[in-house]
């Protein structure tokens, strides 16, 4: 585990600018995509860059970048209509050039795991040419899983959409449980092996624990 | 593990009408506090009454009816200004005597954990007059705790408060890792034990897992 590095970008005014404006940005989100997921994914994502073999490939600063904005513009909390991706307009903004601006928002809008799902061939693609976009997405998806994923899951079900909890847990199977499977880094597999074995704990708990209901009349 | 025992007030109208009730009553609750709540409470509370010793002390139409409106009018989601609780008024319409009628309600007032803190010989002494609150209190408790307690704590995070997912751990030493040490039935104690060793399990993960924040700029 990383000690921060606080000053690693302390004098680089864009990853200043970005900060700020993301932690204002996610404010506005439920706890499932606030702030402090932003830090974990940011954190995740330099602990598996810290302990890349490929390191020499890879730009901390464009990881840096993307992990702050892998969120700006999430479909889940748009509606269709909302504009385009407004990323790359953001970086330009702040003095970006328009090689990172353009690298950045590539990056972030192939973070999604149902892009993913729909195209792989796409994803895999784009890490081809960019190989920040693994690192990023392993973290993102680390946070996604684990104690911290459940937590997610459930903040999340309880603030968007008013879901049953039951709901929630089919999301376990339908997507939670499958992420360790497409792992891109060797760091990030390994840590999300402990977690999705953390999430079958929980799952056998629940079914164990969901067991008593029924005695009721009308459970039917 | 009981299996569901629908018949047992299926031509009890009384019971049948609560159940309807509370049924359309919880459907405006979040996913923290709904039907599928109330009826593993009723599971759970049923299970605690057929393994328990003092069974021939205990009513278990009471105990349904407890457990069935043990959160109707729940201060957690009504205004100061609401009217007092309903339950006793209910009961009464639907042809339930005077004294089943404040029977009830005065279990249901009680099983609150916050009034049991605030004055927790008052919880005794009703207990003492209604050994039924036991059941039911235990019942509802092993719901605040293991895996369902988690999810419950973070929907309702989600869902009410618009609080940050550290904020929502914090209740677990508030709150959720006391409940086994005040157990008022032996089945419930049992239950119980299993159930918060699972938050202590989750807790532990989730300090692991929260650990990684922190490589990001401006996380200070």
Redesign the interface.
């Known amino acids: 585990?990383?000690a921060?590095?606080?000053d690693?970008?302390?004098s680089d005014p864009l990853?200043?600018a970005v900060?700020?404006y993301v932690?204002v940005y996610m404010s506005n989100y439920?706890?499932?995509h606030?702030w402090?997921h932003?830090?974990?994914v940011?954190?995740?994502?330099?602990?598996i860059y810290s302990r890349s073999e490929n390191r020499a490939d890879l730009d901390l600063r464009v990881i840096?970048l993307a992990?702050?904005l892998h969120d700006i513009g999430d479909r889940k909390y748009t509606t269709p209509s909302s504009s385009p991706s407004p990323i790359s307009s953001l970086l330009l903004a702040h003095g970006a050039s328009p090689a990172l601006a353009e690298e950045v928002q590539t990056i972030c809008l192939s973070v999604s795991y149902s892009t993913e799902v729909k195209d792989p061939s796409h994803t895999l693609s784009v890490i081809a040419q960019h190989p920040e976009l693994a690192v990023v997405q392993d973290a993102d998806r680390?946070d996604a899983i684990?104690?911290?994923g459940?937590?997610?899951?459930?903040?999340?079900?309880?603030?968007?959409t008013?879901?049953?909890?039951?709901e929630?847990?089919e999301h376990l199977d339908e997507k939670l449980l499958r992420l360790e499977g497409m792992a891109k880094t060797e760091v990030g597999r390994e840590l999300m092996k402990e977690?999705t074995e953390?999430l079958r704990?929980?799952k056998r708990?629940?079914g164990e624990?969901?067991?008593?209901?029924?005695?009721?009349?009308?459970?039917?």
């Open positions: 585990m990383d921060p590095e606080l690693t970008f302390a990853v200043q900060t700020a932690k439920d706890a499932s606030d402090s932003i830090l974990r940011v954190g995740l994502a330099r602990h840096q992990a702050l680390l684990g104690a911290i459940l937590g997610r899951m459930f903040t999340f079900g309880g603030a968007k008013g879901r049953g909890m039951d929630s847990m977690r953390r704990v929980f708990w629940w624990e969901t067991g008593f209901a029924g005695g009721g009349e009308g459970s039917a």
